[in-house]
Every structure is written in structure tokens, then in C-alpha cells.
């Protein structure tokens, strides 16, 4: 009995170190390890399967000026505001993660790309009509903005082109205005313009 006790204390305490692994410290959503694995075997299942797969990479607008202006610690507060937005709306099977420094990805098995769009769109207005405040002083930061991307699988794609699709899809949401959602297709004048 003492070693089956030991046993099951000795696998609590690894899944335990497997977590923190996969977990980023600043957020504690999935980390970019855990971001790639997911999307793996969500690419997999979605080819076997043939059932929807959907991506959006998203990004804090202007983080940097934010950064600078206020200093890192308000810049670790927008990155935690941001991140809660993003699980609050996101279903379970999604996986939120930090994809680094102030990007973030959605991995969406089973989303089609409209209920992504709806997803994204939901989370961004949501990150738009808060006002932030600065912990330490209760200074107004203004809002805070994100621009989207979103992809959707196509069958037999790799991983490398459906992220470079996100990532394409993104960088025009940014050169368009900033906070915006860009998918794929004809239908990417969705987006609303910065206000």
C-alpha cells in the first residue's frame, strides 16, 4: 500500500511539472509548447476526421508605446487583461495560449470559420469597450485594442501555411487600421475600423 501511495504521489507531482511546463507564468494560459501540440493534434484530428479547425492569432495594437509610456508592470497588466478576455469567450476545447510577448493564439477544433469570426469579433469588442485604469496610480490608460487574424484548415495543409495564413491575415488587420478581425476569403471587410 505505501508504495502504491508513493507511485500515485510520484505521478500527481510529474503531471503537476507537465503543467507548469506547458503553462505561461505572466497569464497562466497554455504557453507556446502547448500551443504547438495542440495544434497538432487538432490538425490531425481535423484531416482524419474532416471536421472544422480554425485559428486566430491576435495581437495587442500599439503595445509598445503602452510598454513605454507606463512601464513594463502596466504592460503585464494589459497582457493578463487581455489574456482573461480571450479564455472568458473562448469554449473549453479551445486552446488559449500566449504565443509570445503580446501575441496570442486561439487553437478552435471544430470551429467553423464563421462561429471563429463570431469568437473573435465577441473578444475584441469586449478588449475595445473597457477602460483600464493603472493599478498603481488609478492613472486611465484609454483602451486598449487588438487586431485578429483567423484562418481555417484546408485539408492536408500544414501547420507552417495554416499559422502563416493567421499571421497574413493579422498583419492586414494592423495595416488596415488596427483593431479588426481578417479572415479568410472575400468576406474580410467584416472587420470594423479603428474608432
Not at 503531471?15 to 497569464?27: K, Q, S
Not at 471563429?116 to 486611465?140: F, G, H, M, P, W
Amino acid at each position: 500500500q505505501a508504495t502504491s501511495k508513493e507511485v500515485t504521489k510520484l505521478r500527481d507531482n510529474l503531471e503537476r511539472v507537465r503543467e507548469e511546463a506547458m503553462t505561461d507564468a505572466l497569464t497562466g494560459i497554455a504557453n507556446r509548447k502547448r500551443f504547438d501540440e495542440s495544434l497538432r493534434k487538432a490538425r490531425r484530428e481535423s484531416d482524419t476526421q474532416g471536421t472544422p479547425l480554425s485559428l486566430v492569432l491576435c495581437d495587442i495594437d500599439f503595445f509598445k508605446r503602452f510598454n513605454d509610456t507606463w512601464g513594463h508592470q502596466t504592460g503585464d497588466q494589459i497582457i493578463r487583461f487581455v489574456a482573461g478576455c480571450l479564455t472568458r469567450h473562448a469554449p473549453e476545447s479551445h486552446v488559449v495560449a500566449r504565443y509570445g510577448g503580446e501575441e496570442f493564439g486561439i487553437v478552435m477544433p471544430g470551429a467553423t470559420p464563421q462561429e471563429a469570426y463570431a469568437i473573435a469579433e465577441k473578444i475584441r469588442s469586449t478588449v475595445e469597450s473597457k477602460k483600464l485604469l493603472r493599478k498603481s496610480t488609478n492613472e486611465d490608460l484609454g483602451n486598449i485594442t487588438i487586431s485578429m487574424g483567423i484562418a481555417s484548415f484546408e485539408a492536408g495543409e500544414s501547420i507552417e501555411t495554416l499559422i502563416e495564413r493567421a499571421d497574413t491575415h493579422l498583419y492586414r488587420s494592423k495595416t488596415e487600421g488596427r483593431n479588426r478581425t481578417t479572415t479568410d476569403g472575400a468576406e474580410n471587410q467584416l472587420g470594423r475600423s479603428a474608432a
